[in-house]
């Protein structure tokens, strides 16, 4: 979950399905929703991972879901998110927002690939620590 699901969410979703695989099932969404960063489909096509055709969501699709985690990726919709009351989990893992980085479309693409790059370390180390069968 982050505030906009357009960038962070977006990239923690993809990067779970591709390096969990059919282990678990990866839903993401934002407080405020919008349409998925460009930058962010970019960013992530560049590693291998397609976000292409992900939408943004409300959290609140996913109120009554039985969760077993719910990860938030920013301040803001940690304070904003709703209670997940079946979520068995809920962890914050804040990631710096890159949309408003960079003068130059070099800096922009920079600041997200290094948001790209620390939610994958994130979820790879997060996914070692708690293998999912």
């Known amino acids: 979950m982050c505030t906009g699901n357009a960038v962070r969410s977006q990239m923690a979703e993809g ?4 390096l969990a695989g059919n282990d678990i099932e990866a839903l ?3 407080t405020r929703p919008w349409e998925v960063h460009p930058l ?4 992530m096509a560049e ?4 976000i292409s055709g992900l939408v943004a969501k409300h959290v609140s699709l996913f109120a009554s879901a039985p969760l077993d985690y719910v990860i938030t990726l920013c301040d803001s919709a940690r304070e904003e998110c709703p209670s997940f009351t079946r979520a068995s989990r809920s962890l914050h893992w804040p990631v710096h927002d890159p949309t ?3 003068a130059t479309s070099e800096e922009r693409l920079a ?3 290094v948001a790209r790059d620390e939610i994958r370390d994130r979820i790879a180390a997060w996914l070692a620590e708690n293998p999912f069968e």
Not at 15 to 18: A, D, H, K, M, V
Not at 47 to 50: K, L, S, T
């Open 47 to 50: 590693a291998g991972v397609d």
């Open 40 to 43: 962010a489909i970019k960013v």
């Open 28 to 30: 993401s969404g934002g």
């Open 100 to 102: 408003n980085d960079g």
């Open 111 to 113: 600041a997200f690939r």
């Open 15 to 18: 990067w779970l399905r591709r």
